[in-house]
T-cell receptor, first 115, second 117 residues
Framework: AQSVAQPEDQVNVAEGNPLTVKCTYS??????LFWYVQYPNRGLQFLLKYITGDNLVKGSYGFEAEFNKSQTSFHLKKPSALVSDSALYFC?????????????FGTGTRLQVFP | KAGVTQTPRYLIKTRGQQVTLSCSPI?????VSWYQQTPGQGLQFLFE???????NKGNFPGRFSGRQFSNSRSEMNVSTLELGDSALYLC????????????????FGPGTRLTVL
């Protein structure tokens, strides 16, 4: 069965410092992986996805993610955090079979960026 | 293009009542999915519709149902509401890309916050 895990409930980082939000996955077949962000009282916003190709994926708002097959990880990164990046971040994996749009989400990581 | 819209944004119901939530996908998107978000269970998949047909269903009781119309708009219905149904219900749509199965992202609406008293 497809699954993702986000080992950290919360990540704290100072503004201007690099940030990393961790995600590991367990899949059968090709991993189709996604990152979403949720701001208070809002829906989920798509940040980026890994389908195939380069292991470093660039997305919205300066975020990027590194796909690592040997470590089954898909960590979200940003070189310089902003206070406005404070939000809830979800990692997700496409379920099987691939003719469904169903995503399986991690438990979420709350990112807090301090001024 | 306008994003995914959901109505109403907030609902308060009492136990035993039923509720209908509505979702309008992004123009041109024919696939619509519903998710339930709660603090305890996180994001849980409810069901998915494509071209008016239910293509996938999550592990929820039969009190939860949905449908999709010919214009791709979707509704979900919850009958005999229970306290545990209090949640944020999120609708998402995606574009079916030929030959690109599995890799299309979903776009989410703002959600409907349902409170059951």
């Amino acid at each position: 069965a497809q699954s993702v895990a986000q080992p950290e409930d919360q990540v704290n980082v100072a503004e201007g410092n690099p940030l990393t939000v961790k995600c590991t996955y367990s899949v059968s077949g090709n991993p189709y992986l996604f990152w979403y962000v949720q701001y208070p009282n809002r829906g989920l916003q798509f940040l980026l996805k890994y389908i195939t190709g380069d292991n470093l994926v660039k997305g919205s708002y300066g975020f990027e993610a590194e796909f690592n097959k040997s470590q089954t990880s898909f960590h979200l990164k940003k070189p310089s955090a902003l206070v406005s990046d404070s939000a809830l971040y979800f990692c997700a994996v496409r379920d099987l079979p691939y003719n469904t749009d169903k995503l399986i989400f991690g438990t979420g990581t709350r990112l807090q960026v301090f001024p | 293009k306008a994003g995914v819209t959901q109505t109403p944004r907030y609902l308060i119901k009492t136990r035993g009542q039923q509720v209908t939530l509505s979702c309008s996908p992004i123009s041109g998107h024919r696939s619509v999915s519903w998710y339930q978000q709660t603090p305890g269970q996180g994001l849980q998949f409810l069901f998915e519709y494509f071209s008016e047909t239910q293509r996938n269903k999550g592990n929820f009781p039969g009190r939860f149902s949905g449908r999709q119309f010919s214009n791709s708009r979707s509704e979900m219905n919850v009958s005999t509401l229970e306290l545990g149904d209090s949640a944020l219900y999120l609708c998402a749509s995606s574009e079916e890309l030929a030959g690109f199965r599995g890799g299309n992202e979903q776009f989410f609406g703002p959600g409907t916050r349902l409170t059951v008293l």
